[in-house]
Protein backbone atom coordinates (compact mmCIF):
# COMPACT_ATOMS: atom_id res chain seq x y z
CA UNK A 1 0.00 0.00 0.00
CA UNK A 2 3.10 2.34 0.79
CA UNK A 3 3.38 3.24 -3.28
CA UNK A 4 -0.99 4.38 -3.46
CA UNK A 5 -1.20 5.72 -0.04
CA UNK A 6 -0.77 9.42 -1.20
CA UNK A 7 -3.34 8.79 -4.05
CA UNK A 8 -5.79 7.39 -1.91
CA UNK A 9 -5.28 10.04 0.56
CA UNK A 10 -5.13 12.67 -1.80
CA UNK A 11 -8.41 11.09 -3.87
CA UNK A 12 -6.39 10.49 -6.89
CA UNK A 13 -7.41 7.26 -6.38
CA UNK A 14 -10.29 5.18 -5.50
CA UNK A 15 -9.35 2.26 -3.02
CA UNK A 16 -12.36 -0.28 -2.42
CA UNK A 17 -10.68 -2.11 0.27
CA UNK A 18 -7.14 -2.88 2.17
CA UNK A 19 -6.60 -6.93 1.07
CA UNK A 20 -4.77 -7.68 5.10
CA UNK A 21 -7.01 -9.64 7.10
CA UNK A 22 -7.62 -6.46 9.19
CA UNK A 23 -8.60 -2.93 8.24
CA UNK A 24 -5.56 -1.04 8.24
CA UNK A 25 -4.80 1.50 10.89
CA UNK A 26 -3.54 4.07 8.14
CA UNK A 27 -6.84 3.73 6.64
CA UNK A 28 -9.72 2.11 8.73
CA UNK A 29 -12.32 3.60 6.63
CA UNK A 30 -11.45 0.99 3.94
CA UNK A 31 -12.86 -2.93 4.52
CA UNK A 32 -10.82 -5.34 4.31
CA UNK A 33 -10.98 -8.10 1.64
CA UNK A 34 -11.77 -10.25 4.76
CA UNK A 35 -15.07 -8.32 5.52
CA UNK A 36 -15.99 -9.28 2.16
CA UNK A 37 -14.95 -12.79 1.26
CA UNK A 38 -14.31 -14.32 4.66
CA UNK A 39 -11.04 -16.58 3.78
CA UNK A 40 -9.16 -14.16 1.78
CA UNK A 41 -5.81 -12.76 2.99
CA UNK A 42 -3.33 -11.12 1.18
CA UNK A 43 -0.32 -9.54 2.80
CA UNK A 44 3.14 -8.65 1.89
CA UNK A 45 5.58 -8.67 5.10
CA UNK A 46 9.73 -7.91 5.53
CA UNK A 47 11.43 -9.79 7.75
CA UNK A 48 15.22 -10.24 8.80
CA UNK A 49 16.78 -13.47 8.74
CA UNK A 50 20.21 -15.07 10.20
CA UNK A 51 22.22 -18.00 8.10
CA UNK A 52 20.86 -21.39 9.75
CA UNK A 53 24.06 -21.90 11.93
CA UNK A 54 24.47 -18.32 13.86
CA UNK A 55 24.29 -19.19 17.08
CA UNK A 56 21.39 -18.56 19.60
CA UNK A 57 22.44 -15.89 21.58
CA UNK A 58 23.36 -13.63 18.95
CA UNK A 59 19.78 -14.50 17.28
CA UNK A 60 18.04 -13.83 20.44
CA UNK A 61 20.26 -10.31 20.64
CA UNK A 62 19.58 -9.67 16.99
CA UNK A 63 15.58 -10.21 17.73
CA UNK A 64 16.03 -8.25 20.80
CA UNK A 65 17.85 -5.46 18.97
CA UNK A 66 15.06 -5.53 16.18
CA UNK A 67 11.65 -5.43 18.63
CA UNK A 68 13.15 -2.87 19.94
CA UNK A 69 13.17 -0.25 16.84
CA UNK A 70 9.52 -1.97 16.14
CA UNK A 71 7.72 -0.41 18.91
CA UNK A 72 9.58 2.45 18.69
CA UNK A 73 6.55 5.24 18.29
CA UNK A 74 8.51 7.28 16.18
CA UNK A 75 9.30 4.84 13.33
CA UNK A 76 6.01 2.89 14.03
CA UNK A 77 4.85 6.06 13.10
CA UNK A 78 6.68 6.19 9.62
CA UNK A 79 5.39 2.86 8.72
CA UNK A 80 1.99 4.13 9.26
CA UNK A 81 2.63 7.28 7.17
CA UNK A 82 3.63 4.93 4.54
CA UNK A 83 0.83 2.75 5.51
CA UNK A 84 2.71 -0.44 7.01
CA UNK A 85 1.97 -1.97 10.19
CA UNK A 86 4.79 -3.39 12.53
CA UNK A 87 4.70 -6.58 14.18
CA UNK A 88 7.50 -7.32 17.02
CA UNK A 89 7.86 -11.16 17.97
CA UNK A 90 10.66 -13.98 18.93
CA UNK A 91 12.69 -16.05 15.69
CA UNK A 92 10.58 -18.51 16.64
CA UNK A 93 7.35 -16.20 15.87
CA UNK A 94 9.04 -15.01 12.34
CA UNK A 95 9.73 -18.67 11.64
CA UNK A 96 6.41 -20.08 12.17
CA UNK A 97 4.81 -16.76 10.17
CA UNK A 98 7.50 -18.04 7.08
CA UNK A 99 6.08 -21.91 7.10
CA UNK A 100 2.68 -20.50 7.53
CA UNK A 101 3.02 -18.60 4.77
CA UNK A 102 5.20 -20.75 2.61
CA UNK A 103 2.09 -23.57 3.06
CA UNK A 104 -0.65 -21.13 2.81
CA UNK A 105 0.85 -19.98 -1.10
CA UNK A 106 2.25 -23.01 -2.36
CA UNK A 107 -1.93 -24.37 -1.58
CA UNK A 108 -2.86 -21.33 -3.86
CA UNK A 109 0.08 -22.43 -6.37
CA UNK A 110 -0.88 -26.47 -6.29
CA UNK A 111 -4.89 -25.11 -7.17
CA UNK A 112 -4.47 -22.54 -9.86
CA UNK A 113 -3.10 -25.17 -11.69
CA UNK A 114 0.20 -22.53 -12.49
CA UNK A 115 3.25 -24.24 -13.86
CA UNK A 116 6.44 -22.68 -14.09
CA UNK A 117 7.52 -21.69 -17.48
Given at each position: MSGAIEYIRTGK????????????????ELPSASEIVSTYEASQWY???????????IVNKLGSEINAVMVDP??????ADLGATTF???PADF??????????WAK???LSGAKPD
Open positions: LRALAVTTINRSESLPGLAAPRNTPGEKFKQRLAGSEKLIIEETEKVIR
